[in-house]
């Protein structure tokens, strides 16, 4: 009996024991469940809001906003409707005008120097890119500056005639402008007009080597607005095309020229440079609607 009694009452230690050290296992599992995670933790802190940006515009009538008159209307005047309320569009395009004459104003003559470029009697910059480069109410820090030209370029007499090399060199100089003021500079192709070889829209302008060119130099992105336009074109079925702008599809989207835009093609060229912001990931993309 005393052998039995002996038996019980280490088995009841034991088990005792084990029911301790169990305890005490679930009991420090527990605090330091509680030390990590604390009932009084401060709730994690609001995202910052977004920082207010300016996409600033430069180029041509194909890009400028309108007149009084109906037609032409640029696809830059409808660009800012595709972005929230933290981006505001500048459009400084001015229709009629090569990238030397936007930038340069008043400046330059009717005739050609030795090089084969209109000469500048002056090399002041017009008031619009002085105003772009003012240090206090100009491009900022964070900024986008969208440059579109090579239509006016391509004509063969001064003021607006632009060579390949001029037109290049005045690229840079605006990217570097913008790159200085910690801006995004961003690159088009020149807009394509509406031309037909039979049922196929083609391309048609001019300067999209010099373009690239610079993208390349600067690793400033590019948009092919040109090869965009023309797909665009193609997929409306544009072609072939009787030459009557003031019916059907065509006449909705051109004005009777071939090359300005109505409203709605305003709206459908602005939407081909947002989806390019999108598709190549450009952190503007995170502002579009």
Not at 2 to 9: D, E, F, G, M, P
Not at 36 to 46: D, E, L, M, N, Y
Not at 208 to 221: I, L
Not at 277 to 285: P, S
């Amino acid at each position: 009996m005393k052998n039995l009694r002996t038996v019980i009452t280490t088995a009841l230690v034991i088990a005792l024991s084990s029911l301790g050290l169990s305890a005490a296992a679930a009991a420090d599992s527990t605090a330091t469940r509680c030390a990590a995670t604390p009932g009084a933790a401060a709730p994690a802190p609001r995202a910052a809001a977004a920082q207010p940006v300016t996409v600033w515009l430069a180029g041509d009538s194909t890009m400028a906003n309108p007149g009084s008159a109906r037609c032409p209307v640029g696809w830059g005047s409808q660009f800012d409707a595709l972005f929230n309320a933290d981006v505001t569009v500048r459009n400084q395009a001015v229709g009629g005008r090569s990238i030397q004459t936007w930038l340069y104003e008043g400046n330059v003559s009717g005739t050609k120097g030795s090089d084969g470029e209109c000469r500048l009697t002056s090399t002041t910059y017009s008031s619009r890119w002085q105003a772009m480069l003012n240090a206090s109410t100009g491009m900022k820090a964070g900024d986008y500056l969208f440059i579109q030209f090579g239509i006016n370029d391509s004509s063969s007499t001064c003021p607006r005639h632009v060579g390949p090399a001029r037109y290049q060199q005045l690229m840079t100089t605006m990217v570097q402008a913008a790159l200085a003021r910690g801006a995004h500079p961003v690159l088009l192709t020149p807009v394509a007009a509406i031309t037909c070889s039979g049922s196929t829209a083609t391309k048609n302008r001019g300067f999209v080597n010099e373009t690239f060119a610079v993208g390349s130099a600067t690793r400033a992105p590019v948009v092919d607005l040109q090869s965009l336009s023309v797909s665009l074109y193609n997929n409306l079925r544009f072609c072939p095309h009787d030459g009557d702008f003031g019916s059907g599809p065509v006449g909705a989207f051109f004005c009777d020229d071939r090359t300005h835009f109505e409203t709605y093609g305003a709206q459908r060229v602005a939407g081909l440079v947002a989806g390019d912001v999108r598709r190549q990931n450009l952190a503007l993309a995170a502002y579009l609607r």
